[in-house]
């Protein structure tokens, strides 16, 4: 069995991005990883070469300025590390920047490609997302947030990043996105360990503006965006959070020493529309999230 991986970075170390701890956490998994940098002016590409080890394939890009409609400068960073992997691999492994592997679980993902690797109806695989809020000890579990997506996709079959690459989806016909259907997956108990809420507000107010330049048109975007806010990014306005007391990858545990900001979180203050209350109380109910987005169809196992 053969795995590829590849990710992408831009500025990752001015924006505070764990990429360094989000690579390091895929190599174990991967016969090769290639990590698509972007034109960055703060070491990040330094950074990864540092990283030292020879499964790491570099591919410079340069991000477009006129690209800024629908996060679509996403999808082609991670079309471009796709098109990088080696075409004889069984599987490609991807992570985003900000999210991390937990040790205690690769022997588990490793068993899951091998035990499917001869079985075609299994097309990927689907992970549980802990979107981590404000500090390393609240996440997001609501329907704001994806609860579960595609890291692993067999090669081969013309899966490709689907809207601005946060999952999968087969392409039919080309990039045509209206003709590209849901990957057949298996859900494994394995978590995904997502950071992108998980800064000095000062520093979460510099990302969310250069993430959002990605999907507004106007060059003023990023000046008016922070000057609208100039006390940092506002951790407030949130709908609900649940408590995490378990251990975080090892692999975080320095970052997670350096906390050097303070986030308080009061469950009386929310900003959940009249339907989100409704829907909260069904989920409480039910325990079960209704009418939430799924861009994948599960293969019983």
């Not at 990039?175 to 990957?183: G, N, Q, V, Y």
């Not at 339907?275 to 861009?295: A, C, H, M, P, S």
Request: proline residues 5%.
């Amino acid at each position: 069995m053969k795995v590829s991986g590849f990710t992408y970075v831009r500025n990752g170390i001015h924006l505070d991005y764990p990429f360094v701890e989000s690579i390091k956490s895929l190599l174990p998994l991967v016969d090769e990883l290639v990590v698509v940098v972007g034109d960055s002016h703060d070491g990040t590409r330094e950074a990864v070469e540092n990283i030292g080890d020879p499964k790491i394939k570099i591919v410079d890009t340069i991000w477009p300025a006129d690209l800024r409609k629908g996060g679509k400068i996403f999808a082609l960073q991670a079309n471009i590390g796709l098109d990088n992997c080696s075409p004889d691999a069984d599987w490609i492994f991807t992570l985003q920047a900000d999210e991390v592997l937990h040790e205690k679980e690769l022997p588990i993902i490793r068993q899951s490609m091998e035990t499917a690797l001869h079985n075609p109806k299994i097309e990927g695989f689907l992970f549980r997302f802990l979107n981590f809020y404000g500090d390393f000890r609240h996440y997001g579990p609501s329907r704001r947030y994806h609860q579960h997506e595609i890291r692993i996709v067999r090669n081969g079959i013309n899966a490709r990043p689907y809207r601005d690459s946060q999952g999968f989806r087969v392409f039919i016909n080309n990039d045509d996105e209206s003709t590209a259907r849901k990957l057949q997956v298996w859900s494994i108990p394995c978590r995904v360990f997502h950071y992108s809420y998980v800064k000095n507000p000062k520093t979460q107010l510099l990302k969310q503006a250069e993430f959002g330049s990605r999907w507004h048109d106007g060059e003023d975007y990023v000046a008016k965006f922070l000057a609208a806010n100039p006390d940092g990014f506002d951790y407030s306005q949130i709908d609900y959070l649940a408590t995490f007391d378990e251990a975080h990858p090892a692999l975080m545990q320095p970052r997670i020493a350096a906390q050097d900001w303070t986030f308080n979180y009061n469950p009386a203050v929310n900003n959940m529309s009249a339907k989100e209350k409704i829907l909260r109380w069904v989920e409480k109910l039910t325990g079960k999230q209704f009418f939430i987005y799924k861009n994948y169809k599960i293969v019983k196992q």
